[in-house]
Nanobody, 122 residues
Framework: QVQLVESGGGLVQAGGSLTLSCAASGPTFSSYAMAWFRQAPGKERKFVAAINWSGGSTYFADSVKGRSTISRDNAKNTVYLQINNLKPEDTADYYC???????????????WGQGTQVTVSS
């Protein structure tokens, strides 16, 4: 079992950048695929980005493709999400998730963090 804690959210102006971190507990972090999802007020939680266990493969939603990076440091049990050129529509609670393989839907992940809020002002 793995426990996840997100950090790095906050208030950012449009056009700015933000790096979110997700720290995982447990000795098996490197065996998990990791993902970021986001949930805007009143909306469903949606896939943002994912990375496989080794970091060799990454996946992005169209909404952030080309302006986002997902990476992981297995020695630090941490996964990162950087989003550049932030837009007001990026405003959401961002959640870290883990499971044995990469997926694009919330029901494909067994482990979730509590979320970190990102607000992008115009």
């Amino acid at each position: 079992q793995v426990q996840l804690v997100e950090s790095g959210g906050g208030l950012v102006q449009a056009g700015g950048s933000l790096t979110l971190s997700c720290a995982a507990s447990g000795p098996t972090f490197s065996s998990y695929a990791m993902a970021w999802f986001r949930q805007a007020p009143g909306k469903e939680r949606k896939f943002v980005a994912a990375i496989n266990w080794s970091g060799g493969s990454t996946y992005f939603a169209d909404s952030v493709k080309g302006r986002s990076t997902i990476s992981r440091d297995n020695a630090k049990n941490t996964v990162y999400l950087q989003i550049n050129n932030l837009k007001p529509e990026d405003t959401a609670d961002y959640y870290c998730a883990a499971d044995s393989r990469v997926g694009y839907y919330t029901d494909e992940y067994d482990y979730w963090g509590q979320g970190t809020q990102v607000t992008v002002s115009s």
